[in-house]
């Protein structure tokens, strides 16, 4: 079992900056990806930003340029640099990890952020 906890989110102006923060616990070695997903009310779940165990990382192209995943996978930490905030990033953020032998993933408490004038 893994176990995530989010901090970091907030309130923001527009064109202001947070960085979340997603630590694991549990069995952190059997951790293959870890990344971001974002909810918006009435709307999906969607991916922002995920980092693999080899450090390949891949981001939705709205917030390429503007946000900044990192982290160790292999010490269960990932972070999210999100600058230039805009009101449309604003959602609940939920830190996910895909582990071995496992096939649904394990999900944070998640984290809001909202971008507001």
């Known amino acids: 079992q893994v176990q995530l906890v989010e901090s970091g989110g907030g309130l923001v102006q527009p064109g202001g900056s947070l960085r979340l923060s997603c630590a694991a616990s549990?069995?952190?070695?059997?951790?293959?990806?870890m990344g971001w997903y974002r909810q918006a009310p009435g709307k999906q779940r969607d991916l922002v930003a995920a980092l693999t165990r080899s450090g390949t990382t891949n981001y939705r192209d709205a917030v390429k340029g503007r946000f900044t995943i990192s982290g160790d996978n292999a010490k269960g930490l990932v972070y999210l640099q999100m600058n230039n905030l805009n009101l449309e990033d604003t959602a609940v953020y939920y830190c996910?990890?895909?582990?071995?032998?496992?096939?649904?993933?394990?999900w944070g408490q998640g984290t809001q952020v909202t971008v507001s004038s």
């Open positions: 996910r990890a895909d582990a071995a032998w496992r096939i649904s993933p394990y």
């Open positions: 549990g069995s952190i070695s059997s951790i293959l990806s």
